[in-house]
Protein backbone atom coordinates (compact mmCIF):
# COMPACT_ATOMS: atom_id res chain seq x y z
CA UNK A 1 0.00 0.00 0.00
CA UNK A 2 1.36 3.56 -1.18
CA UNK A 3 2.67 5.63 1.49
CA UNK A 4 1.57 9.29 2.11
CA UNK A 5 4.97 11.92 2.03
CA UNK A 6 3.75 14.81 4.36
CA UNK A 7 5.21 18.23 4.66
CA UNK A 8 7.62 17.37 7.57
CA UNK A 9 8.25 19.87 10.95
CA UNK A 10 11.94 20.58 10.69
CA UNK A 11 11.64 23.31 13.46
CA UNK A 12 10.10 24.32 16.39
CA UNK A 13 8.91 27.60 14.93
CA UNK A 14 7.65 25.94 11.45
CA UNK A 15 4.02 26.07 10.19
CA UNK A 16 4.41 25.29 6.64
CA UNK A 17 7.97 24.63 4.49
CA UNK A 18 8.55 25.43 0.56
CA UNK A 19 9.96 22.35 -1.74
CA UNK A 20 13.04 23.45 -3.46
CA UNK A 21 14.19 20.57 -5.04
CA UNK A 22 12.98 16.62 -5.33
CA UNK A 23 16.10 14.72 -4.91
CA UNK A 24 14.99 11.51 -6.38
CA UNK A 25 12.85 11.42 -9.76
CA UNK A 26 9.31 10.07 -9.98
CA UNK A 27 9.54 6.68 -10.67
CA UNK A 28 13.19 6.49 -8.64
CA UNK A 29 13.78 4.15 -6.11
CA UNK A 30 13.61 5.53 -2.61
CA UNK A 31 15.27 4.18 0.57
CA UNK A 32 15.44 4.87 3.97
CA UNK A 33 17.49 7.41 5.53
CA UNK A 34 18.23 8.57 2.45
CA UNK A 35 17.83 12.03 1.21
CA UNK A 36 14.48 12.49 -0.76
CA UNK A 37 13.60 16.37 -1.04
CA UNK A 38 15.21 19.64 0.02
CA UNK A 39 12.86 21.85 1.73
CA UNK A 40 13.13 25.68 2.81
CA UNK A 41 11.89 26.36 6.54
CA UNK A 42 11.63 29.12 8.21
CA UNK A 43 15.12 29.00 9.76
CA UNK A 44 17.14 27.29 6.95
CA UNK A 45 17.56 24.73 3.87
CA UNK A 46 16.84 21.39 5.53
CA UNK A 47 16.88 18.53 3.11
CA UNK A 48 14.08 15.72 4.11
CA UNK A 49 15.65 11.70 4.51
CA UNK A 50 12.73 9.30 3.57
CA UNK A 51 11.03 7.40 6.54
CA UNK A 52 10.08 4.34 4.45
CA UNK A 53 11.38 2.20 1.37
CA UNK A 54 9.92 1.97 -2.02
CA UNK A 55 9.50 3.51 -5.24
CA UNK A 56 8.38 7.36 -5.85
CA UNK A 57 5.40 6.62 -7.13
CA UNK A 58 3.87 10.35 -7.18
CA UNK A 59 4.87 14.12 -6.51
CA UNK A 60 2.44 15.89 -5.71
CA UNK A 61 4.22 19.36 -4.08
CA UNK A 62 6.52 20.72 -7.22
CA UNK A 63 9.49 22.41 -6.37
CA UNK A 64 8.76 25.70 -5.70
CA UNK A 65 5.11 24.98 -3.97
CA UNK A 66 4.65 25.93 -0.24
CA UNK A 67 2.47 23.76 2.05
CA UNK A 68 1.71 23.70 5.12
CA UNK A 69 3.33 21.24 7.84
CA UNK A 70 1.37 17.36 7.64
CA UNK A 71 -0.15 18.15 3.87
CA UNK A 72 0.90 15.61 1.70
CA UNK A 73 4.33 16.36 -0.86
CA UNK A 74 4.64 12.87 -2.55
CA UNK A 75 3.46 9.03 -2.51
CA UNK A 76 5.74 6.03 -2.01
CA UNK A 77 5.05 2.71 -2.84
CA UNK A 78 4.87 -0.12 -5.10
CA UNK A 79 5.55 0.45 -8.96
CA UNK A 80 2.20 -1.14 -9.96
CA UNK A 81 0.44 1.20 -7.66
CA UNK A 82 1.98 4.45 -9.85
CA UNK A 83 -1.12 3.52 -13.09
CA UNK A 84 -3.73 3.10 -10.70
CA UNK A 85 -2.86 5.98 -8.07
CA UNK A 86 0.33 8.71 -9.92
CA UNK A 87 -0.38 10.63 -12.58
CA UNK A 88 -2.90 12.41 -11.24
CA UNK A 89 -3.16 16.08 -10.77
CA UNK A 90 -3.10 17.20 -7.01
CA UNK A 91 -6.02 19.42 -5.44
CA UNK A 92 -3.70 22.41 -5.93
CA UNK A 93 -2.68 21.64 -9.30
CA UNK A 94 1.19 21.10 -8.00
CA UNK A 95 1.79 17.95 -9.13
CA UNK A 96 2.57 18.53 -12.48
CA UNK A 97 4.93 21.51 -11.34
CA UNK A 98 7.04 18.43 -10.04
CA UNK A 99 6.33 16.11 -12.95
CA UNK A 100 3.33 14.55 -12.30
CA UNK A 101 3.12 12.04 -14.58
CA UNK A 102 0.66 12.88 -17.56
CA UNK A 103 1.93 12.27 -20.64
CA UNK A 104 2.51 16.26 -22.12
CA UNK A 105 4.66 16.99 -18.55
CA UNK A 106 6.69 13.85 -19.12
CA UNK A 107 7.64 15.49 -23.14
CA UNK A 108 8.50 18.70 -21.48
CA UNK A 109 12.11 19.45 -21.84
CA UNK A 110 14.14 20.86 -18.75
CA UNK A 111 13.60 24.58 -19.72
CA UNK A 112 9.99 24.26 -20.05
CA UNK A 113 10.07 22.82 -16.86
CA UNK A 114 11.59 25.93 -15.37
CA UNK A 115 9.33 28.32 -17.33
CA UNK A 116 6.34 26.05 -15.67
CA UNK A 117 7.71 26.74 -11.92
CA UNK A 118 8.38 30.39 -13.16
CA UNK A 119 4.75 30.66 -14.78
CA UNK A 120 3.10 29.34 -11.67
CA UNK A 121 5.17 31.02 -8.94
CA UNK A 122 5.37 34.66 -10.15
CA UNK A 123 1.71 34.71 -11.87
CA UNK A 124 2.61 33.74 -15.38
CA UNK A 125 4.92 37.11 -15.97
CA UNK A 126 7.15 35.17 -18.36
CA UNK A 127 4.04 33.88 -20.23
CA UNK A 128 3.57 37.31 -20.72
CA UNK A 129 6.82 39.27 -21.31
CA UNK A 130 6.78 36.54 -24.18
CA UNK A 131 3.52 37.09 -26.11
CA UNK A 132 1.22 34.56 -23.96
CA UNK A 133 4.15 31.97 -25.06
CA UNK A 134 6.09 29.83 -23.05
CA UNK A 135 10.02 30.49 -23.60
CA UNK A 136 10.61 27.12 -24.21
CA UNK A 137 8.05 25.60 -26.79
CA UNK A 138 4.85 26.76 -28.47
CA UNK A 139 1.57 26.26 -26.82
CA UNK A 140 -0.43 23.35 -26.89
CA UNK A 141 -4.36 23.60 -27.06
CA UNK A 142 -4.74 20.91 -24.61
CA UNK A 143 -5.33 22.36 -21.40
CA UNK A 144 -6.79 19.11 -19.69
CA UNK A 145 -4.44 16.53 -18.06
CA UNK A 146 -6.14 13.54 -19.79
CA UNK A 147 -8.33 12.58 -16.88
CA UNK A 148 -10.38 15.09 -17.75
CA UNK A 149 -9.26 17.89 -15.17
CA UNK A 150 -7.75 21.09 -16.09
CA UNK A 151 -4.33 22.02 -15.95
CA UNK A 152 -3.84 25.38 -14.36
CA UNK A 153 -1.71 26.88 -12.27
CA UNK A 154 -2.80 27.51 -8.65
CA UNK A 155 -2.49 31.00 -8.82
CA UNK A 156 -4.73 30.81 -12.01
CA UNK A 157 -7.12 28.93 -10.22
CA UNK A 158 -7.66 30.87 -7.07
CA UNK A 159 -7.90 34.20 -9.81
CA UNK A 160 -10.58 32.25 -11.95
CA UNK A 161 -12.19 31.80 -8.64
CA UNK A 162 -12.28 34.77 -7.66
CA UNK A 163 -13.18 36.77 -10.97
CA UNK A 164 -15.68 34.31 -12.27
CA UNK A 165 -13.67 32.41 -14.84
CA UNK A 166 -14.31 29.23 -16.30
CA UNK A 167 -11.52 27.34 -16.51
CA UNK A 168 -12.72 24.82 -19.16
CA UNK A 169 -13.06 27.46 -21.43
CA UNK A 170 -9.50 28.75 -21.73
CA UNK A 171 -6.70 27.64 -23.70
CA UNK A 172 -3.72 27.81 -21.87
CA UNK A 173 -0.40 29.51 -22.78
CA UNK A 174 1.46 27.56 -20.62
CA UNK A 175 3.82 24.83 -21.35
CA UNK A 176 1.91 21.32 -22.34
CA UNK A 177 -1.48 24.00 -22.28
CA UNK A 178 -0.98 25.08 -18.52
CA UNK A 179 -3.46 27.95 -17.53
CA UNK A 180 -1.74 29.90 -15.81
CA UNK A 181 -2.52 33.73 -14.59
CA UNK A 182 -2.32 35.87 -17.17
CA UNK A 183 -4.58 33.81 -19.37
CA UNK A 184 -7.46 33.96 -16.50
CA UNK A 185 -6.61 38.03 -16.33
CA UNK A 186 -7.11 38.09 -20.53
CA UNK A 187 -10.18 36.41 -20.18
CA UNK A 188 -11.75 38.39 -16.97
CA UNK A 189 -10.80 41.46 -18.91
CA UNK A 190 -7.85 42.42 -16.27
CA UNK A 191 -5.16 44.70 -16.40
CA UNK A 192 -1.82 42.46 -15.99
CA UNK A 193 0.58 45.25 -14.63
CA UNK A 194 -2.05 46.60 -12.55
CA UNK A 195 -2.58 42.60 -11.05
CA UNK A 196 1.14 42.75 -10.83
CA UNK A 197 1.52 45.97 -8.78
CA UNK A 198 -1.60 45.12 -6.50
CA UNK A 199 -0.84 41.24 -6.75
CA UNK A 200 2.64 40.95 -5.12
CA UNK A 201 1.15 40.82 -1.41
CA UNK A 202 -1.96 38.91 -2.42
CA UNK A 203 -0.14 35.91 -3.26
CA UNK A 204 2.91 36.37 -0.83
CA UNK A 205 -0.29 35.98 1.64
CA UNK A 206 -3.62 34.49 0.01
CA UNK A 207 -1.35 32.00 -1.51
CA UNK A 208 0.85 31.09 1.47
CA UNK A 209 -2.66 29.83 2.95
CA UNK A 210 -2.90 27.67 -0.07
CA UNK A 211 0.26 26.44 -0.34
CA UNK A 212 1.44 28.16 -3.92
CA UNK A 213 3.38 31.12 -2.59
CA UNK A 214 5.51 32.53 -4.70
CA UNK A 215 9.47 31.29 -4.78
CA UNK A 216 11.12 34.18 -4.21
CA UNK A 217 12.95 35.50 -6.87
CA UNK A 218 14.58 39.26 -7.42
CA UNK A 219 12.67 41.09 -10.07
CA UNK A 220 9.59 39.59 -10.27
CA UNK A 221 7.28 42.43 -11.09
CA UNK A 222 7.94 45.36 -13.05
CA UNK A 223 6.26 48.57 -12.90
CA UNK A 224 6.19 51.61 -15.44
CA UNK A 225 8.70 54.19 -14.76
CA UNK A 226 7.39 57.17 -12.93
CA UNK A 227 9.22 59.43 -10.43
CA UNK A 228 10.58 56.65 -8.79
CA UNK A 229 12.16 55.50 -11.72
CA UNK A 230 11.52 51.61 -12.92
CA UNK A 231 10.29 49.64 -9.65
CA UNK A 232 11.72 45.82 -8.82
CA UNK A 233 9.35 44.10 -7.07
CA UNK A 234 11.99 41.33 -4.92
CA UNK A 235 10.43 38.72 -2.85
CA UNK A 236 11.21 37.82 0.98
CA UNK A 237 12.60 34.08 1.26
CA UNK A 238 10.98 32.40 4.34
CA UNK A 239 13.95 33.15 6.08
CA UNK A 240 13.81 36.96 5.72
CA UNK A 241 9.55 36.56 6.29
CA UNK A 242 10.44 34.87 9.62
CA UNK A 243 12.51 38.01 10.57
CA UNK A 244 10.35 40.49 9.57
CA UNK A 245 7.38 38.76 11.84
CA UNK A 246 9.48 38.44 14.40
CA UNK A 247 11.06 41.98 14.89
CA UNK A 248 7.69 43.35 14.12
CA UNK A 249 6.37 41.33 16.90
CA UNK A 250 9.09 42.28 19.08
CA UNK A 251 8.63 45.79 18.74
CA UNK A 252 4.97 45.30 19.40
CA UNK A 253 4.95 44.12 22.61
CA UNK A 254 7.81 44.51 24.37
CA UNK A 255 8.64 48.11 25.86
CA UNK A 256 12.41 48.05 25.55
CA UNK A 257 14.59 50.38 27.43
CA UNK A 258 18.70 50.47 26.35
CA UNK A 259 21.62 51.14 28.72
CA UNK A 260 24.99 51.69 27.49
CA UNK A 261 28.47 51.31 28.95
CA UNK A 262 32.70 52.23 27.97
CA UNK A 263 34.73 49.05 28.50
CA UNK A 264 38.10 49.21 29.01
CA UNK A 265 38.88 46.38 26.57
CA UNK A 266 43.16 47.04 27.48
CA UNK A 267 43.20 43.37 29.03
CA UNK A 268 41.62 41.39 26.71
CA UNK A 269 43.76 42.73 24.00
CA UNK A 270 46.81 41.65 26.05
CA UNK A 271 45.28 38.02 27.16
CA UNK A 272 44.06 37.64 23.38
CA UNK A 273 47.95 38.41 22.61
CA UNK A 274 48.76 35.45 24.29
CA UNK A 275 46.88 32.76 23.74
CA UNK A 276 47.53 33.08 20.35
CA UNK A 277 50.65 30.95 20.93
CA UNK A 278 48.18 28.57 22.25
CA UNK A 279 44.37 28.24 21.00
CA UNK A 280 43.81 27.02 17.88
CA UNK A 281 41.14 28.72 16.96
CA UNK A 282 42.36 32.00 18.53
CA UNK A 283 39.23 33.37 20.72
CA UNK A 284 37.90 36.44 19.48
CA UNK A 285 36.95 39.80 21.12
CA UNK A 286 33.34 38.67 20.53
CA UNK A 287 34.31 34.73 22.27
CA UNK A 288 35.16 37.11 25.44
CA UNK A 289 32.14 39.26 25.52
CA UNK A 290 30.13 36.13 25.13
CA UNK A 291 31.84 34.19 27.36
CA UNK A 292 31.90 37.28 30.09
CA UNK A 293 27.88 37.54 29.26
CA UNK A 294 27.55 33.53 30.83
CA UNK A 295 29.34 34.84 33.80
CA UNK A 296 27.12 37.70 34.43
CA UNK A 297 23.50 35.93 33.23
CA UNK A 298 24.71 32.95 36.08
CA UNK A 299 24.86 35.71 38.50
CA UNK A 300 21.74 37.73 37.16
CA UNK A 301 18.70 34.94 35.68
CA UNK A 302 16.27 36.95 34.59
CA UNK A 303 18.31 38.30 32.11
CA UNK A 304 18.76 34.79 30.92
CA UNK A 305 14.90 34.27 30.88
CA UNK A 306 11.21 35.82 29.39
CA UNK A 307 8.39 37.49 29.70
CA UNK A 308 5.09 34.76 28.95
CA UNK A 309 1.59 35.43 29.48
CA UNK A 310 2.30 37.57 32.67
CA UNK A 311 4.77 35.16 34.03
CA UNK A 312 8.44 34.87 33.83
CA UNK A 313 9.87 31.55 32.76
CA UNK A 314 13.62 31.48 33.99
CA UNK A 315 16.07 28.78 32.36
CA UNK A 316 18.51 26.74 33.78
CA UNK A 317 20.49 26.64 31.07
CA UNK A 318 22.72 29.49 29.15
CA UNK A 319 22.35 29.60 25.90
CA UNK A 320 23.73 32.64 23.91
CA UNK A 321 22.74 33.27 20.12
CA UNK A 322 25.43 34.78 18.14
CA UNK A 323 24.06 37.11 15.56
CA UNK A 324 25.91 36.39 11.97
CA UNK A 325 25.32 38.66 8.82
CA UNK A 326 24.23 35.66 6.36
CA UNK A 327 23.59 36.37 2.20
CA UNK A 328 20.75 39.17 2.62
CA UNK A 329 19.43 37.86 5.78
CA UNK A 330 20.49 37.91 9.95
CA UNK A 331 21.08 34.56 11.18
CA UNK A 332 21.23 33.85 14.76
CA UNK A 333 22.93 30.21 15.75
CA UNK A 334 22.98 29.55 19.46
CA UNK A 335 26.26 28.46 21.15
CA UNK A 336 24.43 26.13 23.86
CA UNK A 337 24.87 25.72 27.73
CA UNK A 338 28.01 28.56 27.43
CA UNK A 339 28.14 28.55 31.35
CA UNK A 340 29.49 25.54 31.34
CA UNK A 341 31.72 25.69 28.50
CA UNK A 342 35.76 27.12 28.75
CA UNK A 343 36.73 30.02 26.69
CA UNK A 344 38.06 27.68 24.29
CA UNK A 345 35.55 25.51 23.54
CA UNK A 346 33.31 28.65 22.68
CA UNK A 347 35.65 29.92 20.47
CA UNK A 348 35.45 26.47 18.89
CA UNK A 349 31.58 26.29 18.70
CA UNK A 350 31.28 30.03 17.25
CA UNK A 351 33.95 29.38 14.73
CA UNK A 352 31.91 25.89 13.56
CA UNK A 353 28.31 27.98 13.64
CA UNK A 354 29.50 30.46 12.00
CA UNK A 355 30.96 28.39 9.26
CA UNK A 356 27.94 26.62 8.92
CA UNK A 357 25.82 30.40 8.60
CA UNK A 358 28.24 30.77 5.66
CA UNK A 359 28.27 27.93 4.04
CA UNK A 360 24.61 27.37 4.53
CA UNK A 361 24.76 24.29 6.19
CA UNK A 362 23.10 25.37 9.52
CA UNK A 363 20.02 23.29 10.86
CA UNK A 364 16.95 24.43 12.47
CA UNK A 365 17.96 22.85 15.90
CA UNK A 366 20.89 24.61 15.74
CA UNK A 367 19.03 27.78 15.12
CA UNK A 368 17.08 27.53 18.64
CA UNK A 369 17.00 27.24 21.77
CA UNK A 370 18.22 30.77 22.32
CA UNK A 371 17.66 32.09 25.87
CA UNK A 372 20.38 35.55 25.68
CA UNK A 373 21.55 37.24 22.21
CA UNK A 374 25.08 38.93 21.69
CA UNK A 375 25.38 40.84 18.52
CA UNK A 376 28.52 42.75 17.49
CA UNK A 377 28.84 45.52 14.47
CA UNK A 378 32.02 46.68 15.86
CA UNK A 379 34.11 44.93 12.71
CA UNK A 380 32.39 47.76 10.26
CA UNK A 381 33.48 50.63 12.43
CA UNK A 382 30.22 51.10 13.98
CA UNK A 383 30.90 53.03 17.74
CA UNK A 384 27.65 51.96 19.15
CA UNK A 385 23.76 50.86 18.44
CA UNK A 386 20.75 49.74 19.33
CA UNK A 387 19.29 46.24 18.39
CA UNK A 388 15.59 44.58 18.01
CA UNK A 389 15.14 41.86 21.61
CA UNK A 390 14.75 38.35 19.46
CA UNK A 391 11.45 37.33 21.09
CA UNK A 392 10.78 36.11 23.87
CA UNK A 393 14.13 36.53 25.17
CA UNK A 394 14.60 39.32 27.97
CA UNK A 395 17.13 41.18 26.41
CA UNK A 396 20.15 41.36 23.99
CA UNK A 397 23.77 42.76 24.12
CA UNK A 398 25.03 45.17 21.48
CA UNK A 399 28.69 45.54 20.59
CA UNK A 400 30.63 48.39 18.82
CA UNK A 401 34.23 49.08 17.46
CA UNK A 402 37.38 48.78 19.43
CA UNK A 403 39.04 51.71 19.38
CA UNK A 404 41.56 53.79 20.98
CA UNK A 405 40.01 56.61 23.07
CA UNK A 406 41.33 59.08 25.54
CA UNK A 407 41.28 57.66 28.82
CA UNK A 408 42.04 59.06 32.19
CA UNK A 409 43.82 56.99 34.58
CA UNK A 410 44.32 56.66 38.19
CA UNK A 411 46.95 59.40 37.96
CA UNK A 412 45.08 61.52 36.20
CA UNK A 413 47.12 61.59 32.66
CA UNK A 414 45.02 61.34 29.57
CA UNK A 415 46.40 58.08 27.81
CA UNK A 416 44.91 56.29 24.66
CA UNK A 417 43.47 52.70 25.76
CA UNK A 418 41.56 50.35 24.05
CA UNK A 419 37.49 50.97 24.17
CA UNK A 420 34.15 49.01 23.36
CA UNK A 421 30.78 50.48 23.92
CA UNK A 422 28.51 47.87 25.42
CA UNK A 423 24.96 48.56 24.67
CA UNK A 424 21.93 46.17 26.41
CA UNK A 425 18.42 46.19 25.39
CA UNK A 426 16.28 44.92 27.57
CA UNK A 427 12.17 44.31 27.55
CA UNK A 428 11.08 46.46 30.91
CA UNK A 429 8.30 43.70 31.38
CA UNK A 430 11.07 41.46 33.06
CA UNK A 431 14.08 43.67 33.56
CA UNK A 432 13.95 47.13 35.30
CA UNK A 433 17.19 49.83 34.90
CA UNK A 434 18.95 48.29 38.04
CA UNK A 435 18.48 45.11 36.74
CA UNK A 436 20.12 46.24 33.71
CA UNK A 437 22.61 48.14 35.31
CA UNK A 438 23.96 45.45 37.25
CA UNK A 439 24.58 42.60 34.32
CA UNK A 440 26.11 45.17 32.58
CA UNK A 441 28.38 46.11 35.31
CA UNK A 442 29.35 42.59 35.68
CA UNK A 443 29.93 42.05 32.36
CA UNK A 444 31.88 45.32 32.57
CA UNK A 445 33.68 43.86 35.33
CA UNK A 446 34.91 40.51 33.81
CA UNK A 447 35.75 41.87 30.31
CA UNK A 448 38.37 44.63 32.32
CA UNK A 449 39.70 41.66 34.52
CA UNK A 450 39.66 39.11 32.05
CA UNK A 451 41.47 36.39 33.56
CA UNK A 452 38.35 35.32 35.24
CA UNK A 453 37.18 34.03 31.57
CA UNK A 454 40.15 32.04 31.25
CA UNK A 455 39.16 29.87 34.41
Not at 294 to 312: I, K, M, Q, S, T
Not at 396 to 408: C, D, E, H, M
Amino acid sequence: MATDITMPRLSDSMEEGTVLKWLVEQGGEVKRGEALVEIETDKANMTYEADTDGTLIEVIAGEGDTLSIGEVIARVGDPSEASQDGGGESGDGSAEAGGGGNETATEESEEERSVATADEDRGGEVASANGGAPAGGDASPDSSDGNGRVKASPVARRIAGEQGVDLSALEGSGPGGRIVKADVLAAAGGDEGEATATGTVEEAGGDEQKGSMPEPQEAVAKGEAGPKGEVHVQELTRLQQTVSRRMAESKATAPDFTLEVEVDMAACVELRGRLKELADPVPSFNDMIVKACALALREHPRVNGAYRDGRFELYEKINIGVAVAAKDTLVVPTLFDVGSKSLGEIARAAHAAIDKVRDGTITPPELSGGTFTVSNLGMYGIDRFSAVINPPQAAILTVGALKKKPFVDDSGRVVARDMATLSLVSDHRILYGADGAQFLARVREALEQPLSLAL
